[in-house]
């Protein structure tokens, strides 16, 4: 008896696995060969380069921002915006570059990189509760900072005054480094100008704003990825935020100067606003990335990545986790056909690509509807079993551009709603008629209906389209000091 439940059971065992290793096999020979690059698909990747000389190009001076003491940004720069290029082809996301700026490498250490006095001027847009009062209470250290760091607040004027935005190629990560320490100067100068508004010196204040709302403008304008626009919008987000905190002060001086407040408070352009070119930057990354993914499957690139990662988040790095990511990877190479994966996404591209042209009010009427058209592409079925890990793996990436796209529109808003709560202190209106004054549906804040108005708390305030946050930390609100005078 038993003996034949034993032979019944090898039988089971013995026709399962035949079946599962046929399956599979069928599976690795209907996916065997890639498929030849469309006509729409390879009109996606045609793009025109433009020459841009090195010491008028803002990419090649921030890749040399931080370049030891002493050496010439641009030449420091044009080496490394050479060796991206050079790399692009490789590791199009610069996984490796990640996570040698994430360790702080060893090629690092004689890069400048920002020292801040003891104790340390720390005072973070969106952190504090009062970033004005955080800028007082911390004045001395503030001082103390610039100090000690002449050299990346020279680098910095001199970024401010740079006409175009080029990257060799599209790039993600690139710049880790160099964008942290781009960041912690103009925090710092922001806070500075911020002081001189308001201790008598707006023609210095306002000077820096003006030139720094230009230079993220014109990073805006310029061919970079996704992930450089976001910095270049949070940047600008940034001093939009500063230009509001002044204008929540009753004691900061508007009257006479409202030409230079609404010079900086200009709305973004159709250049700054559309993420065409970024959008088409990161169509071309999608390209290269996918043969280099089904080639990068060697024990000892999986290993680097694996473990550069965990060594950068503090956790250990078996060789169980290395031996899994290797034989995952490998499994998922036999069904992943990297021109077919560009092929099937082509369409979702182009229509991505027309969606980021159109007014943000637009763009938001039709998103829902365009999303909802694409997301049949994304369910599984008979058709997933050719290419799966192609279709798998780029199923989310209508959602996470969207996720951009609605960043960049989100901070469009809250620059109208600070428009908004300029004319309002210009205009001196009292509490009780703001409501009415938001009806009217001026042009500087159209469609003025965005916004809300507490007047318990005499704050102006919207709902954020991207999860409740905005870039660069800014709360999605501004204060609307009562006007001094009333109005007659």
Same mark, same amino acid.
């Given at each position: 008896?038993?003996?034949?439940?034993?032979?019944?059971?090898?039988?089971?065992?013995?026709?399962?696995?035949?079946?599962?290793?046929?399956?599979?096999v069928l599976l690795v020979l209907i996916n065997w060969r890639d498929e030849p690059l469309s006509d729409e698909a390879r009109a996606l990747l045609e793009t025109k380069s433009v020459e841009i000389p090195?010491?008028?190009?803002?990419?090649?001076?921030?890749?040399?921002?931080?370049?030891?003491?002493?050496?010439?940004?641009?030449?420091?720069?044009?080496?490394?915006?050479?060796?991206?290029?050079?790399?692009?082809?490789?590791?199009?996301?610069?996984?490796?570059?990640?996570?040698?700026?994430?360790?702080?490498?060893?090629?690092?250490?004689?890069?400048?990189?920002?020292?801040?006095?003891?104790?340390?001027?720390?005072?973070?847009?969106?952190?504090?509760?009062?970033?004005?009062?955080?800028?007082?209470?911390?004045?001395?250290?503030?001082?103390?900072?610039?100090?000690?760091?002449?050299?990346?607040?020279?680098?910095?004027?001199?970024?401010?005054?740079?006409?175009?935005?080029?990257?060799?190629?599209?790039?993600?990560?690139?710049?880790?480094?160099?964008?942290?320490?781009?960041?912690?100067?103009?925090?710092?100068?922001?806070?500075?100008?911020?002081?001189?508004?308001?201790n008598g010196k707006a023609k210095e204040g306002l000077a820096f704003f003006k030139k720094d709302t230009a230079f993220w403008r014109r990073n805006l304008e310029g061919k970079s990825s996704l992930l450089?626009?976001?910095? +270049? &919008?949070?940047?600008?987000?940034?001093? =939009? $935020?500063?230009?509001? %905190?002044? #204008?929540?002060?009753?004691?900061?001086?508007?009257?006479?100067?409202?030409?230079?407040?609404?010079?900086?408070?200009?709305?973004?352009?159709?250049?700054?606003?559309?993420?065409?070119?970024?959008?088409?930057?990161?169509?071309?990354?999608?390209?290269?990335?996918?043969?280099?993914?089904?080639?990068?499957?060697?024990?000892?690139?999986?290993?680097?990545?694996?473990?550069?990662?965990?060594?950068?988040?503090?956790?250990?790095?078996?060789?169980?986790?290395?031996?899994?990511?290797?034989?995952?990877?490998?499994?998922?190479?036999?069904?992943?056909?990297?021109? +077919? &994966?560009?092929?099937?996404?082509?369409? =979702? $591209?182009?229509?991505? %690509?027309? #969606?980021?042209?159109?007014?943000?009010?637009?763009?938001?009427?039709?998103?829902?509807?365009?999303?909802?058209?694409?997301?049949?592409?994304?369910?599984?079925?008979?058709?997933?079993?050719?290419?799966?890990?192609?279709?798998?793996?780029?199923?989310?990436?209508?959602?996470?551009?969207?996720?951009?796209?609605?960043?960049?529109?989100?901070?469009?808003?809250?620059?109208?709603?600070?428009?908004?709560?300029?004319?309002?202190?210009?205009?001196?209106?009292?509490?009780?008629?703001?409501?009415?004054?938001?009806?009217?549906?001026?042009?500087?804040?159209?469609?003025?209906?965005?916004?809300?108005?507490?007047?318990?708390?005499?704050?102006?305030?919207?709902?954020?389209?991207?999860?409740?946050?905005?870039?660069?930390?800014?709360?999605?609100?501004?204060?609307?000091?009562?006007?001094?005078?009333?109005?007659?």
């Open positions: 008896m038993l003996l034949r439940i034993g032979r019944f059971l090898w039988k089971v065992v013995k026709w399962t696995f035949l079946v599962v290793f046929t399956l599979f090195d010491r008028e190009n803002i990419f090649v001076a921030m890749a040399g921002f931080n370049a030891p003491e002493g050496c010439d940004i641009f030449e420091y720069g044009r080496n490394k915006s050479k060796e991206i290029e050079k790399e692009f082809e490789k590791d199009p996301f610069n996984l490796k570059g990640v996570i040698k700026g994430l360790e702080n490498s060893d090629d690092q250490k004689e890069n400048l990189s920002w020292q801040d006095a003891a104790p340390p001027f720390d005072c973070q847009v969106g952190k504090e509760t009062d970033f004005r009062e955080c800028v007082y209470a911390k004045k001395e250290s503030l001082e103390k900072a610039l100090a000690a760091n002449e050299t990346l607040i020279r680098r910095y004027r001199l970024l401010q005054e740079l006409p175009h935005y080029a990257p060799p190629v599209p790039f993600v990560g690139t710049m880790n480094v160099e964008y942290s320490q781009i960041i912690q100067t103009q925090r710092h100068l922001m806070a500075q100008a911020m002081l001189d508004i308001e450089d626009s976001m910095i +270049a &919008t949070a940047s600008l987000a940034r001093d =939009v $935020y500063g230009l509001s %905190l002044l #204008l929540s002060s009753s004691s900061t001086v508007v009257e006479g100067q409202a030409s230079e407040w609404w010079g900086l408070l200009t709305p973004l352009s159709h250049e700054q606003s559309s993420l065409r070119p970024a959008m088409v930057g990161e169509i071309r990354i999608t390209y290269h990335l996918s043969p280099v993914w089904k080639e990068s499957v060697s024990y000892q690139n999986v290993k680097d990545l694996i473990c550069g990662l965990k060594k950068w988040s503090k956790e250990p790095c078996s060789v169980w986790d290395v031996w899994g990511g290797w034989l995952e990877r490998n499994v998922e190479v036999l069904f992943f056909l990297p021109q +077919a &994966t560009f092929n099937y996404l082509a369409p =979702v $591209y182009k229509t991505w %690509l027309k #969606l980021t042209d159109l007014p943000w009010k637009d763009y938001i009427e039709q998103r829902d509807g365009t999303l909802a058209a694409l997301a049949d592409l994304y369910n599984p079925g008979i058709d997933f079993i050719y290419n799966p890990v192609g279709k798998r793996q780029y199923r989310l990436v209508v959602y996470v551009w969207d996720d951009y796209v609605v960043r960049i529109h989100d901070f469009d808003t809250y620059l109208r709603m600070v428009r908004l709560q300029l004319e309002l202190r210009l205009a001196k209106t009292p509490s009780a008629e703001i409501p009415a004054f938001i009806a009217q549906d001026k042009d500087f804040c159209s469609p003025c209906s965005d916004f809300s108005w507490n007047a318990e708390t005499r704050m102006l305030s919207f709902q954020p389209l991207n999860s409740g946050r905005l870039s660069g930390r800014v709360p999605p609100s501004v204060y609307v000091p009562e006007p001094a005078t009333k109005k007659p």
